[in-house]
Each structure stands twice: as C-alpha cells, then as structure tokens.
C-alpha cells in the first residue's frame, strides 16, 4: 500500500509484483524528466530519462510514462526486486537552459520477499 | 557514463570549525556545477549553480557567505562550510553537466556532514 504522511510517501511490493512510482511536476515548461534512485547514504542513480515530444520510454525493467496535460510523470517497474528497493525521485529541467534539476518529493520502495 | 567523484563521504567536525567539500569531474569538463543539501527522509533540494570562471549564484535562503562556492576550474568545484553549526549537519551531493554531453547532470556519491 501507499502511505503519505510527514515523511517520504512509502510503496510496499512483493518481491516479482509490478512497482508504479507517480510524480506530479509544476513547471509546464520543463521538457526534460529524469527517474533517479537513491540508495541510502548514496547520490543518486540515474534510471531513465524522457522528453516532452515523447509520452513513453522503455528501459530494461522500467518504463516512464510522461502525461504533460495534468503534468504526471510516473515510473514502472516491472518484476521488482529486493535490490529495487530504495528512494526513487522525479527531476524536472528545462534542457539547455543550465538550469539545476528540481527534484520531487520522493517514494520510498520497500519490495518485500 | 561520465564520473564524478566527491570528498570526502563523511566528515566529523566540530561546531566552529570550517569544512570543504570537493567535487571533480573525472572524464569530462563540467561547465556547470550544482550543490544540492539533501536532510533525511527529505528531496535534494538546490544550493547553488556555479559555471567555472564565475561567482556561484545561490538560491534564495542560501547565505552565500557561510557556504563558500569555488569553482576554479573545468572539473573542480568545492563547497566550504564555514563556521558550521549542528543544523548545517546533512548530506551534501554535487552534480555536473557539460555542455558537449547535452542535458544529463551526473552525481557525486554525495557527502554526509556531522557537526558536533
């Protein structure tokens, strides 16, 4: 189930269960969305990245899907792991403008065995 | 993909006491650099954005005189707390882009500070 209190919102998977991470974005002009994990004490990982000309991009495992009319961003996992589990976080950028990333509030994946 | 190192992970200091953070780009020239502070449980949340050559520009509530950015050249950056207190404790990550590799920023394994 999912949970959204004061901390990060927790998502709890069974080990081989399908993961659906959401992120809702403000900028309606960022054109470019980054999916990163985090693993605890580290910096995080980049997994998968999209652009606003595309609504869908598969990687292994995971998929991004990028809703620009409600500015939704979500990532899937498919058959996840015990390794998945970590804090995944949805950036947002408007490419080439140098601008830094904004990231996301964050989910906490716990996949359970 | 491109590497970026950061040093130290982890620093101990007392209240006071200054510390430096570094930030390198191993393979590749980073025209711009970001500082991110991340608190636990919580987002990484924008420091400042330094391109080399040039004064950092800070986020607003970021004083500028208490965390020092340098970045003196194409793949080093470094971020100096000064006079750190125990609320300055938290987990410091850097991030570089270039401009030759196009959008992506690449991350620092990051930097947990404790101040004591």
């Known amino acids: 189930g999912e949970s959204v209190g004061l901390h990060l919102p927790t998502l709890s998977v069974q080990e081989g269960d399908n993961s659906i991470i959401n992120c809702a974005y403000s900028n309606s002009a960022s054109d470019y969305f980054i999916w990163y994990k985090q693993e605890s004490g580290k910096g995080p990982q980049f997994i998968i990245d999209?652009?606003?000309?595309?609504d869908k991009r598969q990687g292994q495992r995971v998929t991004v899907l990028l809703n620009k009319t409600v500015k939704h961003l979500s990532l899937q996992i498919a058959a996840t792991q015990p390794g998945d589990s970590a804090v995944y976080f949805c950036?947002?950028?408007?490419?080439?403008?140098?601008?830094?990333?904004?990231f996301g509030k964050g989910t906490s994946l716990l996949v359970t065995p | 993909g491109a590497v970026v190192s950061q040093h130290p992970s982890r620093v101990i200091c007392k209240s006071g006491t200054s510390v430096k953070i570094e930030c390198r780009s191993l393979d590749f020239q980073a025209t711009t650099m970001f500082w991110y502070r991340q608190f636990p449980k919580q987002s990484l949340m924008l420091m400042a954005t330094s391109n080399e050559g040039s004064k950092a520009t800070y986020e607003q509530g970021v004083e500028k005189d208490k965390f020092l950015i340098n970045h003196a050249s194409l793949t080093l950056s470094t971020l100096t707390v000064t006079s750190a207190h125990p609320e300055d404790s938290s987990f410091y990550i850097c991030?570089?882009?270039?401009?030759?590799?196009?959008?992506?920023?690449?991350f620092g394994q990051g930097t947990r500070l404790t101040v004591v």
């Open positions: 999209i652009r606003s000309n595309m």
């Open positions: 991030s570089a882009r270039s401009r030759r590799r196009g959008t992506e920023a690449f």
């Open positions: 950036a947002e950028n408007i490419s080439d403008s140098g601008y830094a990333l904004n």
